[in-house]
């Protein structure tokens, strides 16, 4: 099972410029979520999609916008990106009405903009 | 305000000690807390799950209790090995109006394993 797939696992950026964090998962999991993780701070919630077609902002999503593409797949872009951007970047799926499914998380993108 | 603390923040173990993990949590309403296992380099990974209900839930040599009346967990790990060298993540859930979860995590515990 490959779980949650992130793409790509590494990219470098310069200020302003714009790219599109990929997402999919194969659990057939209806909620999925934008997390970044910076050194000394917990996850962070950037958005998240409780089902196919909706989406809702988490605690930090300016500077972000998502696209749940259809059930698999929830993309993050950056539109126009700046050094406090720099960060790694997770994505995580579960079945979230259940209380007891854990949040599957993917191996993460790490995202330096200089 | 909904926080999760863990402590301490590192801890060196030599192989074969044990050593306990603590949280402390102030989410509201508590739906469950978690622990998770992050190695360098990859997402967190599940280890337990337990609802305000339950006071102690094993995986192998990870054990984890709670004390829904001080908010506390902690995480007992027996017999340390090299492979259980990673960061500890406790995330406590809590429900919303929606009927969905929010997700509050703790900034983890780094563990380093020697040999």
């Known amino acids: 099972n490959a779980g949650v797939t992130q793409t790509p696992k590494f990219q470098v950026l310069k200020t302003g410029q714009s790219m599109t964090l990929q997402c999919a998962q194969d659990?057939?999991?209806?909620?999925m979520y934008w997390y970044r993780q910076d050194p000394g701070m917990g996850l962070r919630l950037i958005y998240y999609s409780a089902s196919e077609g909706t989406t809702d902002k988490g605690e930090v999503p300016n500077g972000y916008n998502v696209s749940r593409l259809n059930k698999r797949e929830f993309s993050l872009r950056l539109e126009s990106a700046a050094p406090s951007q720099t960060s790694v970047y997770f994505c995580?799926?579960?079945?979230?009405?259940?209380?007891?499914?854990?949040?599957?998380f993917g191996d993460g993108t790490r995202l330096s903009i200089l | 305000k909904n926080q999760v603390e863990q402590s301490p923040q590192s801890l060196i173990i030599l192989e074969g000690k044990n050593c306990t993990l603590q949280?402390?949590?102030?989410?509201?309403?508590?739906?469950?807390l978690r622990w998770y296992k992050q190695d360098t380099g990859r997402g967190p990974v599940s280890l337990t799950i337990m609802t305000f209900s339950e006071n102690t839930k094993s995986n192998g040599r990870y054990t984890a209790t709670l004390d829904a009346d001080t908010k506390q967990s902690s995480l007992h790990i027996t017999a340390s090995q090299l492979s259980d060298s990673a960061s500890y993540i406790c995330v406590v859930s809590g429900s919303t109006t929606s009927g969905t979860y929010k997700y509050i995590f703790g900034t983890g515990t780094r563990l380093k394993v020697l040999a």
């Open positions: 659990m057939n999991h209806n909620s």
């Open positions: 949280c402390n949590y102030t989410v509201s309403p508590f739906s469950n």
């Open positions: 995580a799926s579960n079945s979230d009405r259940v209380v007891s499914q854990p949040q599957h």
